[in-house]
């Protein structure tokens, strides 16, 4: 059975309230465990009442972080192709309505900048579009994994979603992940965000990770984004998803995200109490780590320098670094500084920490973990005629 | 004192019966210091952290910090899923320039990192008429053991528990099995998380262990690692010294016959 089907089967709605009334006596009988082995348990340590914990969280969190992933932190560059997009999403920037300059990167550019992101040490590439049928065509993402690929020994893609078909040709060209935001897992929301366009279509998106691994990608990134619906109930109904592909995807990595809403064109701005706090935010990192020992959790340059600093020593095991979210955007970096020269205006969102992937190393150094930039090789995915040359 | 015996893999002596893996440490500075202070004389390497191209990666150093003329280098096949992904990164590594050996670790579930026995098997196969020395990661299935030793792997290592767990010896009684039939070195690898662990694994009669995690997240992994190496060299000392049986009841002692009047 796909997630779609079963997600409406789901008592998410009571969970969510259960994580926000969760008594003391059952957040302490979670953290006596030391693991979340339900979705019960971590809606507990998502809970109020299980703020005041955070402390003990954070450290059984560092805990099994530290024995499943030593002390290192992995290195990823987004790379956006195009801002073009025919949906309407009421807090994206890429919004199909908003004036903002539209572009689909030449695959010499994407080529061009990921040389560019090679030099500052990224050896694992994050491709990102917006969903276009026409400029972000199946062959044209094809197209730049293939060339890429000899420069990035690990691409992964997030863009629209699509089906077994054209991920297997991605997969076959080299991809070996995913990223796909839920966005929301509440149906209504889902609907009153995603005015037009196919992205309308709530069940497609729900089952793309399915279809991605079906068609043989073996990294799947996941997450709602924070700040369209309550927290919690996403953060239940993600986890809910991520055991299901637990076993439905066995053989694939689960890379869990937190990312919050940020400032972007059109102007979309987060209910109170929809999008987390920073503490809560270190919270609900402990509770999915506590839940998921295994599982990637990756910290982006949505978060300030101070959170980030801190995720290092929590639980966060991939970041990126002096990410540009628009397309073409790094063409304007100067290599030295690694900052644009211009500002960028057809920038999806604004990041919240600028520091280059040099500060960053530098940072995660400092706090005594390893930096690690290659984790993959491209013999994984490619038949060996092609390797050799 | 008398001297533990060496272990021999493959034709090739190693003074210690401790082997160590590359993973998790927080610098390479860490790991070579560790490597040192264990005293081992294997280190193993996840090739998907290495740069395996014809030039130097700086950002894909971890090589750098393994001293060659101190360490045999035993590539890792992690990371890959099946048969076919495991062989081709074992022919990049011999591209590179590392020795033939390698150490086939096929573990597609990525929640526990539990060997593929099916993918192993059919990846040492290819690896062995190859002519490499093939190492392989199993979960401790004395008959997978045996068909791996007929097709002529080098060592069977078993895991003691899963990956990063620290759990210990989980699977004593078919490691006891298997350390019974075995023509090969026996490697417990895996799961071992404490000294203790890794001495009980010597004295049940394993040829060596394979240790990372638990001496890459210590507070103070250098001391770890020589706490790891005492630790085994007094489990072999008391496997090869001999150790009583041990029985749940009381057993006829010679020194103090209670029925010689009968005879």
């Given at each position: 059975m796909k997630f779609s089907e079963v997600l409406p089967t789901l008592p998410i709605g009571k969970l969510a309230a259960y994580a926000a009334d969760a008594s003391e006596r059952d957040v302490l009988k979670v953290i006596a465990k030391g693991r979340a082995e339900t979705l019960e348990d971590f809606a507990a340590l998502i809970s109020p009442a299980a703020a005041p914990h955070l402390e003990e969280m954070a450290h059984l969190s560092q805990a099994l972080t530290q024995r499943n992933f030593g002390r290192t932190i992995h290195m990823f560059a987004p790379l956006y192709l195009s801002n073009e997009c025919v949906n309407k999403c009421k807090y994206c920037g890429f919004s199909r309505d908003n004036e903002i300059p539209r572009v689909t990167i030449p695959v010499a550019q994407a080529v061009r900048e990921t040389e560019m992101l090679a030099r500052q040490g990224f050896r694992s590439l994050l491709l990102v579009a917006g969903e276009h049928p026409k400029w972000v065509s199946n062959g044209y993402v094809v197209e730049v994994i293939r060339q890429c690929l000899p420069i990035m020994p690990s691409i992964a893609i997030e863009l629209g979603p699509t089906t077994v078909a054209n991920y297997a040709k991605m997969a076959e060209a080299g991809c070996e992940g995913i990223v796909v935001y839920?966005?929301?897992?509440?149906p209504e929301t889902y609907a009153a965000m995603h005015t037009a366009g196919p992205k309308r279509n709530m069940a497609f998106r729900l089952d793309t990770l399915e279809r991605a691994y079906e068609a043989g990608m073996r990294r799947l990134g996941m997450s709602p984004l924070y700040g369209l619906y309550e927290w919690r109930h996403e953060a239940v109904a993600l986890v809910a998803h991520a055991m299901h592909l637990m076993k439905t995807c066995w053989r694939a990595e689960l890379s869990i995200g937190l990312p919050r809403m940020r400032p972007a064109t059109g102007g979309f701005a987060p209910k109170m109490g929809d999008v987390m706090s920073d503490r809560q935010t270190v919270q609900l990192l402990c509770a999915f780590r506590m839940t998921f020992p295994r599982a990637d959790i990756t910290a982006t340059t949505r978060e300030r320098p101070a959170v980030r600093d801190g995720l290092v020593l929590i639980g966060a095991t991939h970041m990126s670094a002096g990410a540009s979210t628009e397309p073409g955007g790094y063409s304007d970096y100067d290599e030295t500084t690694w900052r644009p020269r211009t500002p960028q205006p057809g920038e999806q969102f604004h990041i919240a920490d600028d520091r280059s992937p040099r500060e960053m190393a530098a940072m995660i150094r400092r706090q005594g973990y390893e930096v690690v930039w290659k984790d993959f090789d491209r013999s994984f995915v490619e038949r060996e005629e092609a390797a050799a040359s | 004192m008398t001297q533990n015996e060496p272990l021999i893999i493959a034709g090739r002596t190693f003074q210690s019966r401790l082997l160590v893996g590359t993973g998790k440490f927080s610098s390479g500075e860490a790991m070579r210091e560790a490597l040192r202070a264990s005293g081992t004389g294997l280190a193993t390497v996840a090739l998907k952290r290495a740069s395996l191209g014809p030039t130097k990666d700086a950002f894909a150093d971890i090589l750098d910090f393994i001293e060659p003329d101190r360490y045999l280098v035993l590539p890792n096949t992690s990371g890959a899923r099946d048969a076919d992904e495991a062989v081709r990164i074992a022919h990049l590594s011999e591209k590179a320039?590392?020795?033939?050996w390698v150490k086939l670790e096929i573990h597609p579930d990525v929640n526990y990192l539990l060997p593929d026995p099916i993918e192993t098997l059919k990846a040492a196969e290819i690896l062995v008429k190859e002519g490499w020395t093939v190492l392989p990661y199993i979960n401790a299935d004395p008959v997978l053991a045996m068909r791996l030793q007929d097709v002529g792997c080098a060592t069977v290592m078993p895991l003691g528990s899963p990956i990063g767990t620290n759990r210990g010896i989980e699977n004593e009684a078919q490691i006891r099995i298997i350390i019974a039939q075995a023509r090969v070195p026996v490697v417990v690898d895996a799961g071992i998380g404490a000294p203790s662990h890794a001495a009980k694994a010597m004295e049940m009669g394993a040829d060596a262990v394979l240790v990372n995690t638990a001496i890459a997240v210590a507070r103070d992994p250098v001391r770890m690692a020589s706490a790891f190496a005492a630790a085994v060299e007094c489990g072999r000392a008391a496997f090869e010294a001999g150790l009583p049986p041990v029985s749940a009841n009381a057993k006829a002692s010679a020194t103090s016959p209670l029925t010689a009047f009968l005879d």
């Open positions: 839920q966005e929301s897992y509440h | 320039g590392l020795p033939k």
